[in-house]
């Protein structure tokens, strides 16, 4: 069997990460007995030099033909004086809801072998930290009506967070299916001391509790969620919250793993298409300098192996493999302590197709 992957590579480091995502997947799919395709497309920055838009409509037809799509990243401050709505960042948006992803998920992992580049004190991280964040992402204020007024003389701008039930009862479904196959706890985040729509985001998550008996449901406010994620991280198993929320608690996350380089991502709708993405940017500054890491791109491709192709065993490699290659002590320079090993993004996959082939 030949899956066909939509390699939206982006801007900055975009090309050098997805380039080494496909290595892996394609020695992962070589050992488990299918084989993977990539269809280039355009997207972000280099998609508006090239078409004008940040997102054309032939990327879009790709990405709907393909069994799933592996973006890079995009931005940079060349398009930064861009309007809104021409920005590169817009392709993301536009992407997310053509393709009708309407759930983000990001683990955030704490590997033992990495502990020492976690900023959090080893009695916080206690065993380790292995934590789901579910985020709704093609609804509330990133999607909500916006714009700017002049009145009596004064500009005022204006962004609006707006949720249906539906839209929230189906982020919360997929929540509860997942945490119900981890450690069955769930935690949603709102601000329903002060929003309306946090208001119906948490009746919503009560009244659907009832059909996940065998999940315990417990609501925290996003302020206090942002705290106790440095205070008590490993009180949490799987987190579901609005797309804003999850934007700022994500991140956060990433930094208690020690690196944002370290975190992949999924974004999954109705259907097996998904997009899968490293939850880091796209980093100018290292472009063309082979020093990104690559491992965010990587596990995102062995989500892809897991939730769009159906491939749990290759998936499973491909994570191992990455372990196993950390517990050598071999490092990107954003991970690396006094003494550990360094290496570029090209050597870093080598070391992990390595791991892959030898398991």
Known sequence: MTYDIAVLAGDGIGPEITQAAMEVLKA????????????PALIGGIAIDRTGDPLPEETIRICKSSAAVLLG?????????LPGDARPEKGLLRIRASLKLFANLRPAVVYPALRAASPLKDEILGEGLDLMMVRELTGGIYFGERGREEKNGMTRAFDTESYT???????????F????????????VDKANVLESSRLWRETAIELSAQYPDVELTHMYVDNAA????????QFDTIVTSNLFGDILSDEASQITGSIGMLPSASLGESTLGLY????????????KDIANPIAAILSAAM???YSLGQPAAADAVEQAVNRVLEAGVRTADLASKGELVVGTKAMTAHILSALERD
Do not use: N, T, Y
């Open 28 to 39: 992962a799919a070589k050992r488990f007995g299918f084989s993977v395709r990539p269809v």
């Open 73 to 81: 990243a995009v931005g940079g401050p060349k398009w930064d004086q």
């Open 165 to 175: 039930v539906e839209e929230i009862r189906r982020i919360l479904r997929v929540a």
């Open 177 to 188: 299916d997942i945490a119900r196959k981890r450690r069955g706890r769930l935690c949603s």
């Open 227 to 234: 705290m106790q994620l440095v205070r008590d991280p490993r």
């Open 277 to 288: 993405e490293p939850i880091h940017g796209s980093a100018p500054d290292l472009a063309g």
């Open 304 to 306: 892809m192996l897991r």
